[in-house]
């Protein structure tokens, strides 16, 4: 099967931080750029970075720029994002999709995760 997992998920306080990952199975994640979106309540899905097929370049949406670090591991077929100076308006469900791209974007995903959770709160 071709899927995309999230995991890393969960409840953490104001200014905590947070590692979500992103592992593939059924294929390689070498040929695909990945992204990760968010999902508020009451709110638009919405970008929040992305990285290259080659790991050799990144994307941040302005919100999480100097909080949030993303990065990858082809051998492990898993993609990360670090997140730290976490917000309450960080509370989102996270989903990471796949393109089948060198370049980053935020549109034409080829495959999509089911999300994982992340409340941000006291």
């Known amino acids: 099967q071709l899927q995309l997992v999230e995991s890393g998920g969960g409840l953490v306080q104001p200014g905590g931080s947070l590692r979500l990952s992103c592992a593939a199975s059924g294929f390689t994640l070498d040929y695909y750029a990945i992204v990760w979106f968010r999902q508020a309540p009451g709110k638009e899905r919405e970008g929040v970075s992305c990285i290259t097929s080659r790991g050799d370049g990144t994307n941040y949406q302005n919100s999480v720029k100097g909080r949030f670090t993303i990065s990858r591991d082809n051998a492990k077929n898993t993609v990360f994002l670090q997140m730290n100076s976490l917000k309450p308006e960080d509370t989102a469900v996270y989903y990471c999709?796949?393109?089948?791209?060198?370049?980053?974007?935020?549109?034409?995903?080829?495959?999509w995760g089911k999300g994982t959770l992340v409340t941000v709160s006291s």
């Open positions: 999709a796949a393109r089948r791209t060198y370049s980053c974007g935020y549109y034409a995903m080829d495959y």
